[in-house]
């Protein structure tokens, strides 16, 4: 309908011209008008999680019920996939992927779940694990191929580790801090007892295909070398390692260490950048719809591959239409109800719906947004394979180009163009509601 009435305005627009070929009232633009106009309808998110109804696969007078088998509360948490805004079109991988939909490695005093390529193809720059360690439970003494980047969720953690030089490293980080470990360098994750609980934690690798259960344990070294050979590099007797463990332990119970542990004293000293960064003890930047933290290599400068922006957006706020230039962006969603539509270029464009627990995952350069489509704070990371965090940012791209320039292509007012932020807004609050 809508299409079709912009085609009749171009009809008759075409035929104006036939009649009268030099018509001064004809403007430059409007001679230059090529396609429709997009149609002004809104294609809101059509249910919630918290819905009632049975949820179904309509919108407007496009699609029809569901009548074979439905896994309702699968379809509640995802209403832009079963009756998708009609801007969606073309092939977009899968982006979101949930922690609770992971195999999940059960231990004595926690557990660690996984996502990464096996799970969600599109995510070939990173890939994240969730961990839980009971209070003094211990992630074993081990290395992996891979930068290992962390944020703590809930309770401490106490991490120690040595660098190829010989420098240590013992530190307590808490929720909302961070924790970075270059490849190769060894270490260990403790909580300690300051949250009954004991402790939560996100980890990023800078691999897609990262395994958690591929990483390089004390324990299973020693159990899948000679005892002779232990033993010589020891320099002590066979007997002195009656008692390793056969297999590796990975995690399992320990006790919590004092607040004032202290690590051995190298004559090498200790390392020269801190792997632990207390992100929370920044203050965040106030913006009109949330607020963002961003860290990197500029302020954790061990952190030299892996940058995050910790964003808050309230309800009806949204992480305004942005990309980033050439890093793909890893997301954990921490609280509440998120919406984002990736746009992949060639008319290629797909929405899909967050909650907390689910990982996302935007390519480097699609377009995008993360809408608030809840009533409480959403609250997420944005995570790069990056040493600086970038954006580019579509309103001050166009506040920043030559007006003629902009409305030649969009035939905004001139008053909008006027009015577009030179800097960034970040996270935009809700539209003043107009009478
Ligand atoms: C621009 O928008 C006006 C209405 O505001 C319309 O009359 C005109 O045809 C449009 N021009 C182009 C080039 O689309
Ligand atoms: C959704 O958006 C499309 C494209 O802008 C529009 O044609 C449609 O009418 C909108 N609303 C619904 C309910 O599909
Ligand atoms: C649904 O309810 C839960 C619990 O009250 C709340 O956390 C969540 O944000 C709600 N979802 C939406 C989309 O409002
Ligand atoms: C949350 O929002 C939904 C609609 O999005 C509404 O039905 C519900 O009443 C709201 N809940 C609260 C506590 O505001």
Do not use: I, K
């Given at each position: 309908m809508v299409k079709l009435s912009a085609a009749c305005v171009f009809f008759a627009f075409a035929a104006s011209v036939g009649a009268?070929?030099?018509?001064?009232?004809?403007?430059a633009a409007e001679s230059e008008a090529t396609v429709a106009f997009a149609s002004d309808d809104p294609n809101y998110t059509l249910w919630n999680e918290n819905s009632t109804n049975t949820p179904e696969a309509i919108r407007g007078s496009l699609g029809t019920t569901v009548i074979g088998p439905q896994n309702v509360p699968i379809d509640l948490e995802n209403p832009n996939l079963l009756a998708p805004p009609t801007t969606d079109a073309g092939t977009i991988g899968n982006a979101k992927w949930p922690m609770g939909l992971s195999h999940n490695r059960l231990q004595t005093g926690g557990w660690a779940r996984q996502q990464n390529e096996a799970v969600?193809?599109?995510?070939?720059e990173m890939a994240g694990v969730n961990m839980r360690l009971e209070v003094g439970a211990i992630r074993e003494l081990h290395w992996h191929k891979t930068d290992e980047w962390a944020y703590i969720l809930k309770g401490s953690v106490q991490v120690s580790a040595i660098d190829q030089n010989g420098a240590n490293y013992l530190g307590t980080v808490s929720a909302g801090d961070l924790w970075y470990f270059p490849a190769g360098i060894p270490h260990s994750l403790q909580a300690t007892?300051?949250?009954?609980d004991g402790s939560e934690f996100l980890l990023v690798f800078d691999d897609g295909a990262f395994s958690e259960d591929a990483t390089f344990l004390l324990t299973d070294w020693l159990a899948h070398t000679p005892k002779e050979v232990i033993a010589k590099n020891f320099q002590t007797d066979i007997s002195a390692f009656d008692h390793i463990p056969a297999e590796q332990l990975y995690i399992f119970p320990g006790v919590a260490p004092s607040d004032d542990a202290q690590a051995p004293v190298s004559p090498q000293g200790t390392v020269p950048q801190p792997y632990t960064f207390k992100m929370s003890q920044l203050p965040a930047t106030q913006l009109s719809g949330g607020t963002v933290k961003v860290v990197d290599s500029r302020t954790f400068p061990v952190s030299v591959n892996t940058a995050v922006a910790e964003v808050t957006v309230e309800p009806g706020a949204m992480r305004e239409l942005h990309w980033h230039p050439t890093q793909d962006e890893w997301d954990y969603f921490i609280g509440g109800n998120a919406r984002i539509t990736l746009f992949g270029s060639t008319g290629n464009a797909r929405t899909f719906d967050y909650q907390p627990g689910d990982v996302g995952y935007i390519p480097a350069s699609y377009g995008h947004y993360v809408e608030n489509t809840g009533n409480t704070t959403l609250h997420f990371l944005e995570i790069f394979k990056t040493n600086i965090y970038q954006d580019i940012s579509l309103s001050q791209w166009l506040a920043l180009t030559p007006p003629a320039l902009v409305k030649a292509h969009l035939n905004i007012s001139d008053e909008l163009i006027a009015s577009l932020s030179r800097s960034k807004q970040v996270v935009v609050g809700p539209v003043a509601s107009s009478s």
């Open positions: 009268a070929p030099a018509s001064p009232s004809v403007s969600m193809s599109m995510a070939t007892a300051d949250d009954p």
